[in-house]
């Protein structure tokens, strides 16, 4: 059984979005972008392309300790500090996302009913269409418990067809697993829908305090 785990990890990293322009220097931005990176070797990204398909240049190589197998690509979000006139940046940090790949109910028995609540701060597709993204918040806390650590799937409840156009119904199961509930940490998630054609609908069920809550959005 493939089963997602997302393991919290608390990074204090403070960023100054500014804009530089002096007389050695191209007017450059920090930026935070969803992307697939490219890691090289282990723990080591070296280029990326953004879910508007731009191609970016590392001008350095960028340190990302939780991306361990060599020459794969791998689900962040980027910051980085973007010269307008280039596409060679320098990374500054990687977030890791979560990649949920859609299992049927009958191939997800073990985990397809876990329901602890979490918190969805946004939703938005990819402008390249590749990804259907959210912003969620958990629960989180300090523990030297291994056998601790947040549990997330994605069930495909059911696809209904009418016409050429269909309609899948996601569903996103999380299990807490005794996590310490002491403060909130926001995370992402990226759900595949590359092979889903334009115009079908999808609608994504996420529990939540208040109940399911699900969003719908149109390809």
């Known amino acids: 059984m493939n089963k997602a785990y997302l393991l919290i990890i608390i990074v204090v990293f403070c960023l100054l979005c500014s804009c530089s322009d002096d007389e050695n220097a191209d ?5 935070a972008e969803m992307c697939d990176i490219y890691v090289s070797a282990p723990k080591i990204a070296v280029n990326a392309v953004t879910d508007s398909d731009r ?4 001008d350095s190589q960028l340190s990302v300790p939780w991306a361990t197998k060599p020459d794969s690509v791998y689900r962040a979000m980027l910051y980085y500090n973007s010269p307008i006139t280039s596409l060679t940046v320098s990374p500054l940090y990687a977030e890791r996302v979560l990649l949920l790949t859609p299992h049927p109910k009958s191939k997800a ?3 397809s009913e876990n329901a602890d609540p979490m918190e969805v701060n946004s939703i938005w597709q990819a402008k390249n269409g590749k990804y259907l993204n959210l912003g969620i918040s958990l629960k989180n806390g300090s523990t030297t418990d291994d056998s601790q650590y947040h549990s997330i799937g994605l069930v495909t409840d059911t696809i209904i067809r009418s016409s050429a156009k269909a309609h899948h119904y996601y569903r996103v199961c999380h299990a807490q697993n005794d996590m310490p509930m002491h403060y909130t940490v926001r995370t992402y998630l990226s759900i ?11 609608t994504v069920s996420v529990p939540t305090d208040a109940g399911m809550k699900e969003m719908t959005v149109v390809k």
């Open 192 to 202: 595949p829908i590359a092979s889903i054609p334009e115009g079908d609908t999808l």
């Open 27 to 31: 007017l450059s931005c920090l930026t």
């Open 55 to 58: 191609q970016l240049s590392f």
């Open 109 to 111: 028995a073990e985990w």
